[in-house]
C-alpha cells in the first residue's frame, strides 16, 4: 500500500500511482474541496475507478479528522496538545471553513454508474483498497425480492404492490426479520454487492430489498444505478436524501439519454385503453357489491388492509377522465410519418380537456393509487394495471410542483421550456414491450389503435439542475469517452469549473491507429447511407476484415452502426465466400439483438481466443451495443478493433429531427452565459461518442497492447479526427494504400510481441466439460480454455442471478441455456470427429498409409455453420419460436446429428421454450402454472398416472389436444410408448412414438458406439492391403472452396500425379489466361532442367500476385515443388504475408507428421494458407 499527499489530503493507494493517477485523484479531491462540479474524462485502463475511490473516501477520512481537531481545539482553548503538530496544521480546507461542523453533517457518497454489473465491478475495486466504509446498494425489488410468492407476478408494478400489501399487513417472513438482522456484524460490516446481499438474505431468511433501505442510513458511500437519481419518481420510491451529498457518475458517457429518457413519457393507446378495461371491472365489481351487499368470500389476511375507500361516483369520475383523455389525444388528425409537434407547454391545455389541472391533480393521483393497489391485492385474480400507473407517473412529472394561482403560469412555463409535446399514429401494433403479461396482450384494448401521444426532453439540464436544486454538495461525471469535453458540458446547463481530459498510461508502441481509406481492391470504404449497401461497398470491406484477420492476432473486434446495417453486410458476406475466409481464420461471433443468447455467445468467444489450437476469434457487434458497453475485453480477447462506420442516430426519426430542432432554437435565442451547441453539431456528437465508447473496448492497461482501425474515409478528415479521444488522436496515420496498412500492422504486432509476450495458452487439464461433449465418440483433446478476465467473472455470476439481466453461463446444463451449448458440442464433435495429415504436401506423400485412418471420420462440407454461426442464427430461432415459427436446424452428419440429438437430450432448450410460451399464450395463467407443476412433480416422482390426471384440462377443448401432445418431450423413455397410447384415446392422435425413443441416453450411445465400431465411417474406404499401393487425393474443388473437409478416393500414384497436374493446371489457365499459363509451363521445364529454383519462384510469385483472388494459386503450386525446395518454399510464402518463422505452416518431418496428427484438428484451408493475405501486394 503506498501513501501519498494531494492537496493536503493523504490517500492510500494500492501501489504506486502513474502520474496519470495523481492528476486524476487531485481533481476529484479539489471538486471535493472546493463544492465544484467537475467533467474528467480518464481512457479506459488508467485505473479511474480505482482512483475515483481512494480519492473520495480519502478526503471523507480527513474531513472527519478536520472536525475531531476542531473539537479538540475547543475543548484545549488553545493549548497545543502536540509541540511538534500544532493544531493549526489541520486546517479547515476539507470542512467548510468557519461554519461549525459536526460528525453529522460529514458528506454522504453517492456512487453511480449505469448497471448493477457495473457496480459489482467497483465494489470489488473498493474490496481491493484499504478503506472500508460502510456501504449500501439500491436495487429494485425484482432484483432483490426474495418472496417466491411477490416474484412469480408478472409484472414490474403488480410485484411492487403485491409487496406493499404484505409490508403493510406484516404477511412477509423475510420483512419482518430486518429489523433484528440490520443490525448484523457480518453484514454491518461487510462490502457486499447485490449477490452478495441476496445470499445473505437467503441465508438469514431476511428481505435484502428492505435491508438494503436500511443500510441506506448510515452508509458512508451509496451505489446505485444512476437512473434512481435521476428518475424522479425512482429517487422518491428509495428515499435517496441529496441534500450536502457528493454525488458521483461514473460511466457518464450515457448520463445525456437517461437525463432526457427518465423526465420524458409515451403515452399509447393501449396505455390508455387497458387503464379503461381495469377501471371498469372495478366498476363492475363494486357495483355488484353494493346491489347485493355481499362480502367477500376469499378472505385472508392481505384482504384486511386492501378495502378500496372510494366511493362509486369518484370510479366514475375517474373512468370519465381516462375516456376524455382517449377521446382528445384520438382527436387529432395526424399524417402519417410526421406527426403533430407543439410547444411543451401545449400538454396542460391538452391534459385540462381531460379536466386533469393543478387544482385536480393530488385527488386524481391519490384515486388512481388507491384502485391500482387494490386491483394488484387481489388475491388470485390478475388484471393489468400498467396504464394506471403510466397515468399516475405522468401526473407527477408534468404538475411537479405546488405553484400559488399567481405563480401557476411561471411554473408551468419553467416546466416545460425544454420539452416538446409530439402526437404520432401507433404503428407498433402490439409491440412485445407494451405489455408485461402474456394474458394482457391477447384481451382487445391491446388491438387499439390510434394516436400515441409523447411528451420529450430535449435537454439533460433539466435533471441535471433538479439534482442541484436538491442541495448537493458537488457533482462528478466520469467516463473513457466525454470528448469533446466543452460540448458535453454545455448541454448540462450548469457549471463545471473543473476539467480534465487525461493521458493514457500506454506508450508508443502500445497502440496502432489507422484511418482505411480503401479496400484491397482500391474500392473506397463508407458507411454513408448512399453507399452502406452497394455491393462493392460491402464486398471491398469483407476482403478489409479478412485481411486485417489474418494479420492480427487472437481476437478481433468488429463494430457496425447498427444492427440493421451488420446483418445486411453480415448475409452479404456470407453469400459471397467473405465470411468463409473470415472463418477458416477467426470463428465469427455475432452479437444477438436479445439479451436471451449473448452470454452464451460471449462464452462462446471468450473459450475460442483461449484455445489453444485456434488463432482466435471474431466478435461482430454494434456500436451502443451490449459488447460496446463496460465489457472487457483485455488483452488477448481485443486485440484489434475495427470500426466499419459512423453510428450516427437515424436522421428521420422524429426525436431526433426535435432534438435537433429544439436545439437550434436554443442557439438562435442566445441566451445569456448559456453556451448550446447546433442541431448538427450534437448530431456529430452523438456518433463519435459510440465511436469512442467502443474504440475504448481494446487496451485495457498499461501492459495492453492493440490496434485501431477506422474502416471509413470519412475518418480522414480533420475534424472527424479532432473528435476523438485526446490519447488516440496523436498516433492517427491515414492511409490510402490498403498493402501499407498490412505491412505497418504486422510490423506493430511482431515488435509488440517481442516487447510484450503473453503467456502461451494451455488447455486446461479438465477435458472440455464446459465446451465440448463428454460423448465416447473420441477423446475430447480441445482443453477447456480458463474463463475471461477476473473482473468480467463477478459481473457474470451476479447477471446470471438478476432476474431483470437475464444471463446464462455456457456450462449451465439448464435447459435455459441448452440451445448455445448444443451448438458448442456440434463444433467440438466435428473437430474431434476430423484426424488430417498436417497439411496439404503430407497428405500428397503419405498416400494409402493414413486412409483407412480417423481422418475421414467426417466427410461432408460445413462452411460457416460454426458454433458462432449457429450460436448467432439461436436467438432469430427462438424468436421465430415464440412467434410460432418453425424450427430449423441442419446437423453435420447422421452419426454426429444422433450423438448430439442423444446429448442435448430429448428436447432442445429452444423447442422447449416455444413450446412452454405456445402453451401460455393459449391456457389461464391458473392452468399454466398447474401444468407447470405438475411437470415438476412428474419429475420428481417419475408418476405417470398423476401426470395424465392433473393435465386431463388439455382434453377439454379440441384446441389444446396438440399441447397434451407437445408434453411428449418431457416424457420420461420407460413412458413414452404409455403417454403415445394414452393420448392416441383421447385426442385420436398420437405423438410419433417409435421404438427407439424407450431407449435411454446411456443406451442410446451404447447403441451408436458400437454400431460405429461395426462400420467404417462415411466416405471413408477400408485400409489397403499392403500390396496394394493407392493413395488418397486430395478433392481440390472441394479444396478451393474453402470446405472443411477432404474428399478421398483411392489412385495409383501415376494416376494421381497425372490428375492433380491438370486439375491445377486447368484452374490456372482459368485465373491467368492461356498465354501466361504457357510462361509458368516453361519455367517449369527449364527448373526441370537446371534446378534453378529462383527462377521458377520468381516468375510463379509475379504471376500469381497480380491479382488478390490468384494467391491461392501460389500456395497451390507448392503441392509440386520437390522436398529439396519446400522449406525455402514456405519461408518465401511466409515473408509474402508478413509472418514469422513460426508461422502456421507444418512441418514435414516424420515426428513432427505424428505430433500434428495427434494435436487439435484445423480447417484444412486454414492448415494451407490460414495466414495468407489477400492484400495487395507488390
Given amino acids: 500500500m503506498t501513501s501519498l499527499t494531494l492537496k493536503g489530503v493523504t490517500v492510500n493507494f494500492p501501489f504506486v500511482p502513474y502520474d496519470c493517477q495523481k492528476d486524476y485523484m487531485s481533481k476529484v479531491i479539489e471538486c471535493l474541496q472546493e463544492k465544484a462540479n467537475g467533467v474528467l474524462e480518464s481512457p479506459t485502463g488508467t485505473g479511474k475507478t480505482l482512483c475515483l475511490l481512494c480519492a473520495t473516501l480519502a478526503w471523507r477520512e480527513r474531513f472527519k479528522d478536520t472536525i475531531s481537531a476542531r473539537k479538540i481545539t475547543e475543548k484545549l482553548k488553545g493549548e497545543e496538545m502536540f509541540s511538534n503538530t500544532p493544531l493549526s496544521s489541520w486546517g479547515t480546507a476539507a470542512t467548510d471553513g468557519d461554519t461549525p461542523t459536526y460528525y453529522t453533517d460529514v458528506p454522504k457518497i453517492i456512487y453511480a454508474s449505469r448497471t448493477h454489473s457495473q457496480l ?77 446481499l441476496v445470499k445473505f438474505g437467503n441465508k438469514q431468511r431476511v428481505c435484502p430489498y428492505y435491508l438494503s433501505r436500511s443500510l441506506k442510513q448510515q452508509a458512508d458511500i451509496v451505489f446505485t444505478p444512476y437512473n434512481y437519481l435521476l428518475d424522479p419518481k425512482s429517487r422518491r420510491a428509495h428515499n435517496i436524501e441529496l441534500n450536502g451529498a457528493v454525488v458521483i457518475f461514473d460511466e457518464a458517457h450515457n448520463v445525456e439519454k437517461t437525463c432526457e429518457e427518465s423526465t420524458s413519457f409515451d403515452l399509447t393507446p393501449y396505455d390508455v385503453a387497458s387503464a379503461i378495461t381495469a377501471v371498469d371491472r372495478l366498476l363492475a365489481e363494486q357495483a355488484k357489491e353494493a346491489s347485493h351487499g355481499d362480502t367477500v368470500s376469499d378472505f385472508n389476511v392481505e384482504s384486511l388492509n386492501s378495502g378500496l375507500k372510494l366511493e362509486l361516483a369518484t370510479i366514475a369520475k375517474i373512468k370519465q377522465i ?19 409537434t407543439k410547444p411543451g407547454i401545449f400538454i396542460y391545455e391538452l391534459l385540462e380537456r381531460a379536466h386533469l389541472t393543478y387544482s385536480s391533480k393530488t385527488a386524481v393521483q391519490e384515486a388512481l393509487e388507491q384502485i391500482t393497489g387494490y386491483l394488484a391485492g387481489q388475491p388470485g385474480v390478475f388484471v393489468n394495471t400498467s396504464g394506471l400507473q403510466q397515468l399516475t407517473n405522468i401526473i407527477q412529472l408534468v404538475f411537479c410542483g405546488e405553484p400559488s394561482e399567481k405563480e401557476k403560469q411561471q411554473q408551468m412555463e419553467t416546466n416545460t421550456a425544454h420539452f416538446k409535446v409530439h402526437i ?48 448537493v454538495r458537488c457533482i462528478i461525471l466520469t467516463s473513457g469517452t466525454l470528448s469533446p469535453l466543452s460540448s458535453f458540458t454545455s448541454e448540462m446547463r450548469i457549471k463545471f469549473p473543473v476539467s480534465l481530459e487525461n493521458s493514457h498510461v500506454i506508450e508508443r508502441d502500445q497502440i496502432f491507429v489507422s484511418v482505411i481509406e480503401r479496400g484491397p481492391d482500391g474500392e473506397q470504404l463508407s458507411s454513408a447511407f448512399a453507399r452502406r449497401f452497394i455491393p462493392e461497398n460491402m464486398s471491398s470491406l469483407g476482403k478489409t476484415v479478412a485481411n486485417l484477420s489474418r494479420v492480427i492476432p487472437h481476437g478481433l473486434l468488429v463494430f457496425f452502426p447498427s444492427f440493421s446495417v451488420m446483418e445486411t453486410t453480415l448475409d452479404f458476406w456470407r453469400a459471397n465466400g467473405h465470411a468463409d475466409r473470415i472463418e477458416t481464420v477467426k470463428p465469427m461471433f455475432v452479437e444477438p439483438r436479445g439479451k436471451g443468447t449473448f452470454n452464451e455467445v460471449m462464452d462462446g468467444y471468450y473459450n475460442k481466443v483461449n484455445d489453444p489450437s485456434s488463432k482466435g476469434g471474431s466478435f461482430f457487434a454494434v456500436c451502443r451495443g451490449k459488447a460496446s458497453e463496460g465489457l472487457d475485453f483485455a488483452d488477448t480477447f481485443g486485440r484489434g478493433v475495427v470500426i466499419t462506420g459512423l453510428p450516427f442516430p437515424p436522421r428521420m426519426d422524429p426525436r431526433v429531427v426535435l432534438k435537433m430542432q429544439f436545439l437550434d432554437e436554443m442557439c438562435r435565442k442566445k441566451a445569456p452565459g448559456v453556451k448550446y451547441l447546433s442541431g448538427q453539431e450534437w448530431y456529430s456528437q452523438q456518433a463519435f461518442r459510440a465511436v469512442n465508447q467502443a474504440i475504448g473496448r481494446v487496451i485495457r492497461h498499461k501492459d495492453d497492447y492493440g490496434a485501431i482501425l477506422l474502416c471509413d474515409q470519412r475518418f480522414k478528415s480533420s475534424n472527424a479526427r479532432a473528435q476523438l479521444p485526446s490519447w488516440v488522436r496523436p498516433y492517427v496515420r491515414v492511409y490510402s494504400s490498403f498493402g501499407n496498412v498490412i505491412r505497418d500492422l504486422s510490423q506493430f504486432f511482431r515488435v509488440a510481441q517481442k516487447l510484450r509476450p503473453v503467456a502461451e495458452k494451455k488447455g486446461a487439464a479438465e477435458s472440455c466439460e464446459a465446451v465440448c461433449l463428454s460423448a465416447p465418440l473420441s477423446s475430447c483433446s480441445t482443453s477447456c480454455s480458463p474463463s475471461q478476465s477476473s473482473i468480467t467473472q463477478k459481473a457474470k455470476v451476479l447477471d446470471a442471478h438478476l432476474p431483470s439481466l437475464k444471463r446464462r453461463r455456457l456450462n449451465d446444463h439448464s435447459g435455459a441455456a441448452g440451445m448455445a451449448r448444443i451448438c458448442v458440442e456440434y463444433e467440438c464433435e466435428l473437430q474431434e470427429s476430423q484426424r488430417r495429415p498436417a497439411n496439404l504436401l503430407d497428405a500428397l506423400e503419405r498416400g494409402d498409409h493414413h486412409s483407412g485412418e480417423d481422418e475421414g471420420a467426417a466427410v461432408g462440407e460445413e462452411k460457416a455453420n460454426h458454433l458462432s454461426t449457429l450460436s448467432l442464427q439461436c436467438d432469430k430461432r427462438m424468436d421465430d419460436e415464440m412467434r410460432g415459427g418453425k424450427r430449423k436446424i441442419k446437423l453435420v452428419q447422421q452419426q454426429k446429428s444422433q450423438v448430439s440429438e442423444v446429448v442435448s437430450g430429448e428436447g432442445t432448450s429452444s423447442r422447449v421454450k416455444g413450446f412452454l410460451a405456445e402453451m401460455k399464450k393459449s391456457l389461464s395463467q391458473c392452468n399454466f402454472e398447474q401444468i407447470v407443476q405438475t411437470l415438476q412433480t412428474y419429475k420428481k416422482t417419475d408418476d405417470l398416472d398423476v401426470l395424465l390426471t392433473d393435465t386431463a384440462v388439455l382434453t377439454e377443448d379440441a384446441n389444446t389436444y396438440s399441447l397434451l401432445r407437445g408434453l411428449y418431450q418431457f416424457i420420461r423413455p420407460h413412458h413414452k410408448q404409455r403417454f403415445d397410447e394414452r393420448c392416441r384415446e383421447l385426442t385420436a392422435g398420437g405423438c410419433g412414438y417409435e421404438p427407439s425413443h424407450s431407449l435411454s441416453v446411456e443406451e442410446k450411445k451404447a447403441l451408436l458406439n458400437s454400431a460405429a465400431i461395426r462400420r467404417p465411417a462415411v466416405g471413408v474406404k477400408p485400409p489397403p492391403s499392403p500390396s496394394t ?38 484452374d490456372v489457365k482459368k485465373a491467368i489466361g492461356a498465354e501466361k499459363t504457357a510462361l509458368l509451363l516453361q519455367a517449369i521445364q527449364s527448373y526441370k532442367r537446371s534446378d534453378c529454383y529462383e527462377a521458377l519462384v520468381g516468375t510463379a510469385v509475379s504471376l500469381f500476385t497480380e491479382r488478390d483472388q490468384d494467391f491461392q494459386l501460389l500456395v497451390r503450386f507448392g503441392t509440386f515443388i520437390p522436398p529439396r525446395h519446400k522449406k525455402q518454399y514456405k519461408e518465401m510464402l511466409q515473408a509474402l504475408t508478413g509472418q514469422s518463422s513460426s508461422a502456421e505452416v507444418p512441418a514435414v518431418t516424420e515426428d513432427e507428421q505424428r505430433h500434428a496428427s495427434s494435436s487439435p484438428p484445423l480447417k484444412t484451408q486454414s492448415k494451407i494458407s490460414s495466414f495468407f493475405s489477400s492484400s495487395q501486394r507488390k
Fill in 1029 to 1066: 499401393s493407392t493413395c488418397s487425393q486430395l478433392n481440390t474443388e472441394q479444396l478451393n472452396k474453402g470446405g472443411l473437409h477432404l474428399s478421398q478416393r483411392p489412385h495409383t500414384g501415376p494416376a494421381l500425379k497425372s490428375e492433380a497436374h491438370a486439375s491445377f493446371q486447368a
Fill in 120 to 196: 459489482a465491478q467497483v465494489i470489488k475495486e473498493l474490496k481491493n483498497t484499504s478503506y472500508k466504509p460502510k456501504v449500501c446498494v439500491l436495487g429494485s425489488r425484482e432484483q432483490l425480492c426474495i418472496n417466491p410468492e411477490v416474484m412469480k407476478q408478472q409484472s414490474n408494478h403488480v410485484k411492487v404492490h403485491s409487496c406493499r400489501a404484505k409490508v403493510s399487513t406484516r404477511s412477509c417472513v423475510y420483512y419482518n426479520n430486518v429489523e433484528e438482522k440490520s443490525t448484523d456484524k457480518e453484514l454491518v460490516n461487510s462490502v457486499l454487492d447485490v449477490e452478495d
Fill in 322 to 340: 381516462l375516456l376524455d383523455l382517449e377521446t382528445v389525444i384520438d382527436s387529432y388528425d395526424v399524417p402519417n410519418e410526421v406527426g403533430i
Fill in 424 to 471: 404520432h399514429q401507433d404503428t407498433s401494433h402490439q409491440k412485445k414491450n407494451q405489455s408485461t403479461d402474456v394474458w394482457a396482450s391477447s384481451s382487445s384494448s391491446s388491438k387499439k389503435q390510434g394516436n400515441i401521444l409523447s411528451y420529450w426532453c430535449f435537454s439533460p439540464g433539466y435533471s441535471m439542475q433538479s439534482l442541484v436544486d436538491q442541495g
